[in-house]
């Protein structure tokens, strides 16, 4: 079993109250849990994050390192500019 480490925690009134709402309503059997499991989601959530930051700069150094002629930008901005403006057309004219 881990070893349990006992904190003490200063929440807003609005937070502490879904705490314990959470408790009375049976989704949590303590507000030791409903804390725990926030950690949790929040530690996925930071690890997440740290994925795909990781993920970026891979790519970014990959296409920094690219040396490639890439594409001529003129041709995509037209293309987008028309698709755009079609967009902002009114219906059926």
Not at 72 to 83: H, I, N, R, S, T
Request: net charge negative; hydrophobic share 40%; no cysteine.
């Amino acid at each position: 079993m881990p070893t349990i480490e006992k904190l003490s925690i200063a929440l807003p009134t609005e937070m502490a109250a879904i705490v314990r709402q959470a408790v009375e309503a049976g989704e949590y059997s303590s507000q030791s849990e409903v804390v725990r499991d926030a950690l949790r989601e929040w530690t996925h959530k930071r690890n997440l994050r740290s994925q795909g930051i990781a993920e970026l700069r891979k790519l970014w150094l990959e296409a920094v390192a690219d040396n490639s002629a890439g594409l001529d930008p003129e041709p995509v901005f037209d293309a987008l500019e028309g698709k755009y403006q079609a967009m902002s057309e009114p219906k059926g004219h």
